[in-house]
Every structure is written in structure tokens, then in C-alpha cells.
């Protein structure tokens, strides 16, 4: 069986890859959590076929002693999260504009007193 390990292609002590499927994650939610690891990295995303890209991450500080291994592990649960955000994001946008419209649309006060 495949491990994470087996998925992270490094090409050196600073720089390594991974494939990521974008049939399975969108590629908001990969960019998204690029954004969230370029403290440490410099990152680029390119697409490598109709459903893949590939993310390459290469150390701003070459003297760092991050393991970059560890880190794409953690950028890869980072997309996950992402991509779960975009889809309740998805899921619940009607409701949380019903709730919205609702919250500021406009109220009859003399009603709202009388019912009182």
C-alpha cells in the first residue's frame, strides 16, 4: 500500500513536489492552503493535466531545518480543510443568505410594538 511518504517527490534538502488529483479537490481550496504555508515556502502550482497539478515547495530559508517532508503532510491536511470549507461553504450559502436578508430587511416597528 502507497504512503503519504511515497506521494512527496524530494528533490532536495529545500525543494520537493507533490501531485495533487483536482478531480477531488478544487483548485481553490489547493491555493488556499498554499496561502497558508508561504511563511516558509516559496510555492508554485502548475497544472500538470486536466486533473492534476503539481505543488512545488522550496524553502526561503536554505539553513531552515523544517522537514519539508512533515510539511507537505501538513499542507496536504490543509487542503482537506479547504476543500470541506468550500463545500459547507456551498451547502449552507442559501441559508446563510436567508438568514442575512432576513436579519436586515426591514420591520414594521408600529407592529412589532403593538404585538407586544
Do not use: G
Not at 528533490?11 to 501531485?19: F, G, L, R, Y
Not at 481553490?28 to 497539478?53: M, Q
Amino acid at each position: 500500500m502507497k504512503t503519504i511518504s511515497d506521494s512527496i517527490s524530494i528533490t532536495n534538502a529545500n525543494t520537493a513536489n507533490i501531485i495533487i488529483n483536482t478531480s477531488l479537490y478544487d483548485i481553490e481550496a489547493i491555493n488556499s492552503a498554499c496561502y497558508a504555508f508561504t511563511s516558509n515556502y516559496h510555492i508554485l502550482v502548475n497544472r500538470v493535466n486536466d486533473t492534476t497539478v503539481k505543488v512545488i515547495f522550496e524553502l526561503k530559508n536554505k539553513s531552515s531545518r523544517r522537514n519539508i517532508s512533515e510539511d507537505i503532510k501538513d499542507f496536504l491536511n490543509s487542503v482537506i480543510d479547504y476543500q470541506v470549507r468550500l463545500r459547507l461553504e456551498q451547502t449552507n450559502s442559501k441559508i446563510r443568505d436567508l438568514i442575512v436578508k432576513h436579519a436586515f430587511s426591514p420591520i414594521d416597528l408600529k407592529k412589532e410594538i403593538e404585538s407586544l
